[in-house]
């Protein structure tokens, strides 16, 4: 892309992620700037109360710390393993650009739906579009003053890849970031 288009695109505010989840109808508590198999993306989450008040009342903090999933693998009691307290609901992705949309969602796709939010102008070319479509990668366009609109629902895809010890990490990792207040409460 020339230095021009580069320039039209900064010239846009970006849609917050709480617009974009709020478009998406994921209701829950979004996460920000969380580095996900290096990228840095916002992840939506749900609390499960019940789990997150047995934790906390039985001693079970959040484990972000990945030398602690490590024990998973040894054999050992069931009670090592505590029961997630979030539930991750989808990952939102700021690029500048569709082209590398793909790039950054493409893996992210196995954990849970992921969608892209892009400036207004970087919606007019319809390839990359039908392109994310066909990858089940959603994309959400708009400002937080006009808000956010849908312009390609995300699939679901993460059935396709099964759960993931890293998946069960990440958990871990948003649940600390929430029980430390280091989230956003998403408007309805």
């Not at 010239?11 to 829950?28: F, I």
């Not at 990952?91 to 939010?117: F, K, M, Q, W, Y």
Request: proline share 11%; hydrophobic share 40%; charged share 20%.
């Amino acid at each position: 892309m020339s230095t021009l288009g580069r320039a039209r695109y900064a010239a846009y505010v970006p849609l917050s992620p709480q617009h974009a989840a709020s478009a998406l109808g994921w209701r829950g508590v979004v996460v920000p700037d969380v580095g996900v198999l290096g990228y840095r993306v916002s992840a939506v989450v749900r609390i499960h109360e019940e789990v997150d008040r047995w934790r906390r009342s039985n001693g079970w903090p959040p484990q972000p710390d990945p030398s602690w999933f490590r024990t998973w693998f040894n054999p050992g009691p069931l009670d090592r393993t505590p029961l997630p307290a979030v539930e991750l609901l989808g990952i939102l992705v700021t690029e500048s650009e569709p082209d590398r949309a793909l790039t950054a969602c493409g893996t992210l796709i196995s954990l849970a739906p992921c969608a892209v939010v892009l400036p207004e102008p970087a919606l007019a070319d319809p390839w990359p579009l039908s392109e994310l479509d066909y990858y089940g990668v959603g994309v959400v366009g708009g400002t937080d003053e006009t808000g956010g609109t849908v312009v390609v629902p995300p699939e679901d895809r993460s059935g396709e890849f099964g759960p993931s010890l890293y998946g069960r990490w990440l958990q871990e990792v948003l649940y600390d970031r929430v029980v430390k207040g280091m989230h956003v409460w998403q408007s309805s």
